[in-house]
């Protein structure tokens, strides 16, 4: 994770240097987890950890309520899917943060940890998941739930502007990988958005505006192929017609087992019963 979301441009490290969350787990919270996977009375394989699933999806759904703009009640469908779907990302996470933290009760030498050695093995990992990568998934929620109202309103109001244009970064040392976008037009309804829009790559800076401008590009052409990275994994399925803040190709869901899956499905299924979705 720390590869796919780094990037060390000066503005990146303001953004997640400078934010009015508190990120971290409290103490009562940490010392509940890792007692509870260190004293083996949860199956990390098989089940999902709500404490940790909590923290994730709270901020998620925190992201979506702050940057979702549009009358609440009008889309409020489309809201609870983008909610639906954190909870699917927060529990792949879980489930692989959780079982990271099992690895730990063992140590190099294949001896068991104390408690006291693997809480402070675990420090490092709890760290990352729960307050590093979670404030670059947070920023990220922020953005796609922007895209995604931004876009919902460039569908209602396309019988006036019926294009959309690519806008340059804001970053005073902007990454090349949207460069090629910058000042295209197209149309509102061409399928290209779908995959490609201003956050498809984490940290992306980039904007878009409505305009009556003429189309300067449809599709794929003409785009140069051998520009990289203009997508990244979990960010490449436009939020607005996804209705899904992370798309299934992020590591946290692609990379994950059999065991995995059916782990988060049974988790889920149980939260719509009782009522929490």
Not at 15 to 36: A, P
Not at 66 to 91: D, G, P, R
């Amino acid at each position: 994770m720390e590869k796919l979301y780094s990037c060390r441009c000066s503005s990146c490290r303001e953004l997640n240097n400078k934010t009015d969350q508190d990120f971290n787990l409290t103490d009562e919270e940490l010392n509940y987890i890792l007692h509870l996977i260190f004293d083996r009375d949860f199956d990390t394989l098989n089940d999902i950890e709500r404490t940790l699933f909590n923290h994730t999806r709270t901020f998620l759904d925190q992201a979506v309520d702050k940057a979702f703009q549009l009358t609440v009640e009008e889309n409020k469908e489309f809201i609870e899917q983008l909610k639906y779907n954190n909870a699917v990302f927060a529990a792949f996470k879980t489930h692989r943060q959780q079982n990271d933290l099992a690895a730990l009760l063992i140590d190099e030498e294949g001896r068991p940890r104390s408690f006291d050695a693997f809480r402070k093995a675990a420090e490092p990992v709890i760290g990352a998941y729960n307050n590093t990568w979670l404030q670059t998934e947070y920023n990220a929620a922020v953005k796609s739930a922007r895209t995604a109202e931004i876009f919902l309103r460039y569908q209602k109001d396309k019988d006036i502007y019926p294009n959309v244009k690519w806008l340059p970064s804001v970053s005073p040392d902007p990454r090349i990988s949207h460069m090629v976008y910058y000042n295209q037009v197209r149309s509102v309804d061409d399928p290209w958005w779908k995959n490609h829009y201003p956050g498809c790559v984490w940290n992306c800076k980039c904007d878009t505006r409505a305009t009556k401008e003429a189309i300067t590009h449809v599709g794929d052409s003409p785009v140069a192929e051998s520009v990289p990275d203009t997508v990244s994994p979990g960010l490449d399925r436009n939020p607005a017609f996804s209705k899904a803040i992370f798309s299934d190709t992020h590591p946290y869901i692609a990379e994950a087992d059999k065991t995995a899956k059916k782990a988060v499905k049974r988790f889920l299924e149980k939260e719509t019963e009782n009522g929490t979705e």
